[in-house]
């Protein structure tokens, strides 16, 4: 098991699957939230779902909550209420819409972190996956100026930090969904192969 927390970040709004897509069913399970969240506790002692508001899921999790004072949809906003609730000095963070990231890549990212970055992150043949990686709290500071600066790009914060990418080869696992092609593709994943 890993001690570091995971969180999985499922607070979008989901404007290009034009429905949430942290709710929608995904293997057996009614949500894809709760299909990540149960198969993340098997590898992880502590999982947290980011999120708006816990009341959008109908099952028993830890929750951290955006704070509602702040107005913004993007991952700014979970990484900050993860610093302010967790006690650690770094967490997983994993977007809910990539179903297929699994327990050899997680761990290649966790052996290979070192407390002295600010961050260990996936990269792919088609680039960074920020949504994949472990964040350090030296970042907290850094993700309170991107609230202020309204500048929310992930991948300009982590080329100014010092960050240690990890490649893997294969992109299959890092697909995500972003669009409702995607999702089809990911159901038709489940089918033919072992995840
Ligand atoms: N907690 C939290 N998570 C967020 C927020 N905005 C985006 N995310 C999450 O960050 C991850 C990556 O974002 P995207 O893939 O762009 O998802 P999205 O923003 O819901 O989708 P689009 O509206 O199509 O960009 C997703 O898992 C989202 O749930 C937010 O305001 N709060
Ligand atoms: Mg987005």
Do not use: W
Request: negative net charge.
């Amino acid at each position: 098991m890993f001690d570091i927390p995971c969180v999985i970040f499922a607070g979008g709004k989901s404007s290009r699957m034009g429905e949430d897509k942290a709710l929608l069913p995904f293997a057996s399970y009614k949500t894809l939230t709760e299909y990540q969240y149960t198969r993340l506790s098997k590898f992880f002692t502590n999982v947290y779902i980011s999120c708006k508001n816990s009341k959008n899921f109908d099952f028993s999790a830890q929750f951290i909550e955006d704070n509602k004072a702040v107005k913004l949809f993007a991952p700014t906003a979970g990484f900050l209420a993860a610093f302010k609730t967790l006690n650690t000095d770094a967490f997983f963070a994993l977007s809910v819409d990539a179903p297929f990231v699994d327990e050899i890549i997680i761990s290649k990212l966790i052996h290979a972190d070192d407390p002295a970055v600010d961050a260990t992150i996936a990269r792919t043949p088609e680039g960074l996956q920020p949504l994949c990686g472990i964040y350090h709290r030296s970042l907290e500071n850094e993700f309170q100026k991107m609230l202020e600066e309204e500048n929310h790009k992930l991948g300009y914060l982590l080329k100014n930090a010092h960050t240690n990418t990890i490649t893997f080869h294969d992109t299959t696992p890092f697909l995500n969904m972003n669009h409702p092609d995607d999702y089809k593709k990911a159901l038709q994943l489940l089918k033919t192969s072992n995840y």
